[in-house]
């Protein structure tokens, strides 16, 4: 199955979920990338919707904490927020990235969903939308490739 199927897929799954005033956004690097393919393929559907990105560095708590914090361009307040990211692992990233929207407002809601997800949690998250399991082990690499960025559309387990 191709990447743009599987955002197809997760498009429609998005559009049966019921959600009201979603608000998505992507997680950069390539997260946000996914999550204006999603957007365009919403639109398509004429299904409303707001698009934007989230910066979770400077909430990670491996970093360095004299990081700028911003607020979301659009606020979260009352919102069904969808945070897209490539490839789910340890829970980390997503975990900075729901503290920054915290930071921003209290949405009504905060749902995941992950083009790839492979296993080994260290936190209690789980997407509601996801593309594909890969099972992996804690020693292989899960790689996305996108044509925006890499000129092409893959998936590499390494």
């Known amino acids: 199955m191709t990447i743009d199927k599987i ?20 997680i950069p690097k390539r997260g946000d990338l996914l999550a204006q393919r999603i957007s365009n ?34 606020s979260p307040e009352n919102r069904e927020v969808i945070l897209i990211d490539d490839v789910i692992y340890t829970g980390r990233t997503l975990r900075a990235s729901i503290e920054a929207v915290m930071y ?11 083009l790839i997800d492979r296993g080994h949690r260290e936190l209690p998250i789980t997407p509601k939308f ?21 000129n092409e559309d893959k998936v590499e387990v390494t």
């Open 7 to 26: 955002l197809y897929r997760l498009s429609k799954e998005i559009i049966e979920s019921n959600i009201s005033n979603p608000y998505l956004l992507g």
């Open 41 to 74: 393929n919403l639109s398509g559907e004429n299904f409303k919707h707001d698009l934007g990105k989230v910066d979770y560095l400077p909430f990670r708590d491996d970093l360095d904490k004299n990081l700028e914090i911003n607020i979301l361009d659009i």
């Open 104 to 114: 921003s407002g209290r949405p009504k809601s905060i749902s995941l969903l992950c």
């Open 130 to 150: 996801v593309g594909k399991n890969i099972p992996t082990n804690q020693d292989e690499y899960v790689s996305v490739f996108l044509k925006e960025i890499d």
